[in-house]
């Protein structure tokens, strides 16, 4: 069969041939498997594209178009938690079983390089965002403070929403990853690194700025409610 334009421009022989084929199958359910993890590669490098680019707009205060760029990247980890789910309406526990065996001694998603990388890009967001701050005599506090209607700094506030939101999202993959290990190996097996799912909990449970979540905390310290 004759590769067409359209197939030479995604290198499609070379991505499919990474792929089992279907005698090569250990179970019905690897190819899923392989599939997705294949395709969220594929999803956190366009993600880790963002991020660079969101750096680059921030450190010039082109503020806006950084807005925007949060949330494309925000939608991206969203279609990463419908194919974790995807995995776990579809991947039978006893599937799994058998794909562990062939799948390589310690290798999990927290493997990924470009999962890593991600993380690490998100978090050194936080000094370029401190930096704006400063520049326009700001604080978080100040703009966490604010009511929503107020114009001033409406361009900023934005920006704190969509960090949130982008936040949020990563959150939302982790409680969708760590179901899907609870759904395919349990809650108390030994997973691929080496450790129970209780580590899984520990290391999920960390915001990329945790320091917006906290301003909110603080915004309630002194809320009393109403004794009727």
Same mark, same amino acid.
């Given at each position: 069969m004759t590769e067409t334009s359209y197939e030479k421009y995604i290198h499609a022989d070379k991505i499919l041939s990474f792929q089992k084929k279907e005698g090569e199958l250990v179970c019905y359910g690897e190819l899923d498997f392989q599939g997705v993890q294949q395709e969220a590669e594929f999803i956190w490098t366009r993600i880790n594209f963002m991020l660079k680019r969101i750096k680059k707009n921030l450190e010039s205060n082109n503020i806006i178009e950084g807005v925007g760029l949060f949330y494309h990247a925000s939608d991206l980890w969203g279609s990463l938690t419908n194919k974790t789910q995807e995995l776990l309406k579809h991947l039978w526990p006893k599937d799994f079983l058998k794909i562990r065996k062939i799948i390589g001694e310690g290798a999990s998603t927290a493997d990924s390089q470009r999962y890593r990388e991600s993380e690490k890009l998100g978090r050194n967001l936080w000094s370029s965002f401190e930096n704006l !701050?400063? $520049?326009?005599? !700001?604080?978080? /506090? +100040? !703009? #966490?403070?604010?009511? =929503? /209607?107020? /114009?001033?700094?409406?361009? *900023? =506030? +934005? $920006? #704190?929403?969509? *960090? *949130?939101?982008?936040d949020y999202r990563v959150q939302e993959f982790s409680i969708a990853h760590l179901y899907l290990v609870f759904g395919i190996i349990g809650d108390r097996t030994v997973g691929l690194k080496g450790g129970t799912t209780g580590f899984l909990i520990d290391r999920y449970q960390k915001y990329i700025f945790p320091k917006i979540w906290d301003s909110i905390n603080n915004l309630y310290l002194d809320f009393k409610p109403v004794r009727r």
């Amino acid at each position: 069969m004759t590769e067409t334009s359209y197939e030479k421009y995604i290198h499609a022989d070379k991505i499919l041939s990474f792929q089992k084929k279907e005698g090569e199958l250990v179970c019905y359910g690897e190819l899923d498997f392989q599939g997705v993890q294949q395709e969220a590669e594929f999803i956190w490098t366009r993600i880790n594209f963002m991020l660079k680019r969101i750096k680059k707009n921030l450190e010039s205060n082109n503020i806006i178009e950084g807005v925007g760029l949060f949330y494309h990247a925000s939608d991206l980890w969203g279609s990463l938690t419908n194919k974790t789910q995807e995995l776990l309406k579809h991947l039978w526990p006893k599937d799994f079983l058998k794909i562990r065996k062939i799948i390589g001694e310690g290798a999990s998603t927290a493997d990924s390089q470009r999962y890593r990388e991600s993380e690490k890009l998100g978090r050194n967001l936080w000094s370029s965002f401190e930096n704006l !701050l400063k $520049l326009n005599s !700001l604080t978080l /506090e +100040s !703009l #966490i403070s604010q009511d =929503r /209607e107020t /114009e001033q700094y409406s361009e *900023m =506030r +934005s $920006l #704190i929403s969509a *960090m *949130m939101w982008y936040d949020y999202r990563v959150q939302e993959f982790s409680i969708a990853h760590l179901y899907l290990v609870f759904g395919i190996i349990g809650d108390r097996t030994v997973g691929l690194k080496g450790g129970t799912t209780g580590f899984l909990i520990d290391r999920y449970q960390k915001y990329i700025f945790p320091k917006i979540w906290d301003s909110i905390n603080n915004l309630y310290l002194d809320f009393k409610p109403v004794r009727r």
